[in-house]
């Protein structure tokens, strides 16, 4: 049927718009936003600009038509010469790419890149030169902030490993030679014993030194385990984080309910020392910033991932709190999980506390051989 042509199942494509080839060309250029495209005159003077130049520049096509375009260069890539280079490459190879910084109308500085090509007629004549420039200021930014995570993160992990080498060797050298001191006070004690009745002196002056020894072993516990928690590697996970909430407890006279359902996995002793860590950072914050009376601590598995929710009852972060560029507690703890490919979400209820919650793939915490199968 002839009407069918017009019809819903009309598949004969429109007729084209009839507007001419470079009028088409003009309203793609005109249409662009992200990136500044524009014409240059043979000696580097702006022909013709964009909407995405306007917008990345900050100049209006009357202010800027007949300038040089060194205008958009810092000034000391202008005494360098890199704006004549730029055209100069461009005739010389038909194009010519460069990344740097360049300067807006109001003298702010963004990261372009910059590509200029020349344009020659049929006989090869220079006519000018067409520039595209698109700014990456924020993708650099993400890049150096990318790159300075990474740098952080490598810090901190050198810094535990240090730390871990001397409290290793704190533990098993001083603390077997204080224990083979007190041994050996102990046996001269026993030796003496019946002369020491009529040396009062000096039977009071060993009850020092076995008191002196007590408290230098005392010492030497509380500055290996903060210095790392050897407990987790002799102990385990569970009972190190059950000794440390009950001292913190004790310390701080704040409750702290500790829950572990771990099954039968065995985390390996990086993941370990890694929830350990974060959870001693949490439990510090609680002592100094949350006003707490009660502490929940649940570290648990499921569905693939290892789970660690710690809750105070304080009263929560002050807002300006996140924004503190003085504080590394948190973006180390956030550090150590995303170390570990895992998630951190921190729920800050003002008035009801700082909920933290950490999700772990199973895979990067499990020791080999430790799924428990
Ligand atoms: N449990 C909490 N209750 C209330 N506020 C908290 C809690 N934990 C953290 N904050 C707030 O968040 C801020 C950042 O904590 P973060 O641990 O990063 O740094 P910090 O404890 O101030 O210093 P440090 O670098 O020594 O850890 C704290 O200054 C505090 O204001
Ligand atoms: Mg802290």
Same mark, same amino acid.
């Given at each position: 049927?002839? &009407?069918?042509?017009? %019809?819903?199942?009309?598949?004969?494509?429109?007729?084209?718009?009839?507007?001419?080839?470079?009028?088409?060309?003009?309203?793609?250029?005109?249409?662009?936003?992200?990136?500044?495209?524009?014409?240059?005159?043979?000696?580097?003077?702006?022909?013709?600009?964009?909407? %995405?130049?306007?917008?990345?520049?900050?100049?209006?096509?009357?202010?800027?038509?007949?300038?040089? /375009?060194?205008? /958009?260069?810092?000034?000391?890539?202008?005494?360098?010469?890199?704006?004549?280079?730029?055209? #100069?490459?461009?005739?010389?190879?038909?194009?010519?790419?460069?990344? %740097?910084?360049?300067? !807006?109308?109001?003298?702010?500085?963004?990261?372009?890149?910059?590509? @200029?090509?020349?344009?020659?007629? +049929?006989?090869?004549?220079?006519?000018?030169? #067409?520039?595209?420039?698109?700014?990456?200021?924020?993708?650099?930014?993400?890049?150096?902030?990318?790159?300075?995570?990474?740098?952080?993160?490598?810090?901190?992990?050198?810094?535990?490993?240090?730390?871990?080498?001397?409290?290793?060797?704190?533990?098993?050298?001083?603390?077997?030679?204080?224990?083979?001191?007190?041994?050996?006070?102990?046996?001269?004690?026993?030796?003496?014993?019946?002369?020491?009745?009529?040396?009062?002196?000096?039977?009071?002056?060993?009850?020092?030194?076995?008191?002196?020894?007590?408290?230098?072993?005392?010492?030497?516990?509380?500055?290996?385990?903060?210095?790392?928690?050897?407990?987790?590697?002799?102990?385990?996970?569970?009972?190190?984080?059950?000794?440390?909430?009950? &001292?913190?407890?004790?310390?701080?006279?704040?409750?702290?309910?500790?829950?572990?359902?771990?099954? +039968?996995?065995?985390?390996? &002793?990086?993941?370990?020392?890694?929830?350990?860590?974060?959870?001693?950072?949490?439990?510090?914050?609680?002592?100094?910033?949350?006003?707490?009376?009660?502490?929940?601590?649940?570290?648990?598995?499921?569905?693939?991932?290892?789970?660690?929710?710690?809750?105070?009852?304080?009263?929560?972060?002050?807002? +300006?709190?996140?924004?503190?560029?003085?504080?590394?507690?948190?973006?180390?703890?956030?550090? !150590?999980? &995303?170390?570990?490919?895992?998630?951190? @979400?921190?729920?800050?209820?003002?008035?009801?506390?700082?909920?933290?919650?950490?999700?772990?793939?199973?895979?990067? @915490?499990?020791?080999?051989?430790?799924? %428990?199968?």
């Amino acid at each position: 049927m002839s &009407d069918q042509a017009t %019809g819903p199942l009309d598949t004969t494509p429109p007729p084209p718009p009839h507007v001419p080839a470079d009028e088409n060309f003009r309203l793609l250029i005109e249409a662009v936003d992200d990136y500044a495209i524009f014409m240059l005159d043979p000696a580097g003077n702006v022909a013709s600009w964009n909407p %995405g130049a306007r917008k990345m520049k900050g100049y209006e096509a009357a202010e800027i038509l007949g300038r040089h /375009f060194s205008v /958009f260069h810092t000034p000391d890539d202008v005494n360098a010469g890199q704006p004549g280079r730029e055209l #100069a490459g461009a005739a010389a190879h038909g194009r010519y790419e460069s990344e %740097g910084w360049r300067v !807006r109308k109001d003298g702010s500085k963004f990261w372009a890149n910059v590509i @200029v090509t020349a344009i020659r007629d +049929d006989q090869g004549t220079l006519r000018g030169f #067409a520039k595209v420039t698109q700014d990456l200021t924020e993708r650099r930014r993400l890049a150096e902030l990318e790159q300075i995570r990474r740098f952080s993160s490598h810090i901190q992990a050198a810094r535990e490993e240090e730390q871990a080498r001397i409290a290793r060797e704190l533990h098993d050298e001083l603390g077997q030679q204080l224990t083979a001191l007190k041994m050996a006070l102990a046996e001269l004690h026993g030796a003496l014993e019946a002369r020491l009745a009529d040396l009062p002196q000096a039977a009071a002056g060993m009850q020092d030194m076995h008191r002196l020894i007590d408290v230098s072993v005392a010492s030497l516990r509380r500055i290996v385990a903060g210095l790392h928690p050897i407990a987790i590697e002799t102990l385990g996970l569970v009972p190190a984080l059950d000794w440390l909430t009950e &001292d913190f407890s004790r310390r701080y006279g704040i409750s702290v309910e500790f829950q572990a359902a771990l099954g +039968d996995l065995t985390l390996s &002793d990086a993941a370990a020392a890694t929830l350990f860590h974060i959870v001693q950072e949490a439990l510090t914050n609680v002592a100094r910033h949350a006003r707490a009376s009660r502490v929940s601590i649940d570290l648990s598995a499921r569905d693939g991932a290892c789970l660690l929710r710690i809750e105070d009852d304080g009263q929560g972060m002050r807002s +300006d709190a996140r924004a503190n560029t003085r504080s590394f507690g948190l973006m180390g703890m956030r550090e !150590r999980v &995303d170390r570990l490919d895992g998630r951190l @979400v921190i729920d800050d209820m003002p008035g009801r506390g700082v909920h933290i919650a950490i999700a772990i793939p199973l895979m990067s @915490v499990l020791a080999p051989g430790g799924d %428990g199968r």
